[in-house]
């Protein structure tokens, strides 16, 4: 698993960032909401773990704010503020999960395993946009009541559209998620691939909007 950590006391991330490690979790450790907005643009994680005293903002308001773009991902709040207004708070705006400082490191990896599981066991299981319908366990894809026919590639490029509506989706990603790459494609295969889904799904007379970002990537809209 790949978990972002957005802690501003250095030792407190240092230290969850190394116990998450010897779990063999991949991490990225970020100390601002500017870094954080940038790591979670550029690169798709299973879990947030969310301090909200940050130096340039308030963690709550990132939370609202990723929320709002359509970022899915489960997030654990990990602050000083124990109130029970201030949890109450976060779970509205969107956290799964709220652990009040101190913690325990076992008991913060404990609810990092729950919150994941939980995450993976309420993945739909067929995703929809407009006249658009995906049906993952068959594999198939369909554009009104006509079938649209798709390599295993455009399958999975179209769920990771479907799956994050409105959410700009930058090249890394999609190069990680479809071609699992961590690096840029050295080809223009994914412009290639993006074509192919919207010329396909004009040709059933659907039409699937995805907007070009330009320097960044693509968005469904």
């Known amino acids: 698993m790949k978990i972002l950590i957005v802690e501003d006391e250095r030792r407190v ?9 010897e779990q063999s979790h991949a991490t990225q450790l970020v100390s601002t909401c500017r870094d954080a907005r940038d790591a979670l643009a550029a690169s798709a994680c299973d879990a947030i ?21 359509g970022f899915n991902e489960p997030v654990l709040i990990l602050s000083a503020r124990d109130a029970v207004a201030d949890r109450i708070r976060g779970l509205n705006l969107g956290a799964d999960d709220y652990l009040p400082k101190p913690f325990s490191i076992e008991e913060l990896l404990a609810r990092i395993r729950s919150l ?9 299981t067929v995703l929809t946009h407009g006249t658009v319908r995906l049906d ?3 594999r198939t894809a369909t554009s009104g009541s006509k079938p649209v026919e798709l390599t295993s590639r455009e399958l999975a490029l179209l769920e990771l559209f479907l799956q994050n509506p409105g959410r700009v989706l930058t090249r890394t990603l999609i190069a990680e998620k479809v071609w699992e790459a961590s690096y840029e494609l050295e080809t223009n295969l994914i412009d290639v691939y993006v074509r192919r889904l919207r010329q396909k799904f004009d040709h059933e007379g ?16």
């Open 13 to 21: 991330g240092q230290f969850i960032e190394r116990a998450l490690q």
């Open 49 to 69: 773990i969310l301090d909200l005293g940050l130096p340039d903002g308030d963690g709550l308001d990132l939370l609202q704010e990723w929320r709002r773009a």
């Open 116 to 124: 994941v599981r939980r995450h993976a066991g309420t993945k739909q």
């Open 136 to 138: 993952l366990l068959a």
């Open 206 to 221: 659907g039409g699937l909007a995805i907007k070009t970002v330009r320097g960044v990537g693509y968005q469904l809209t």
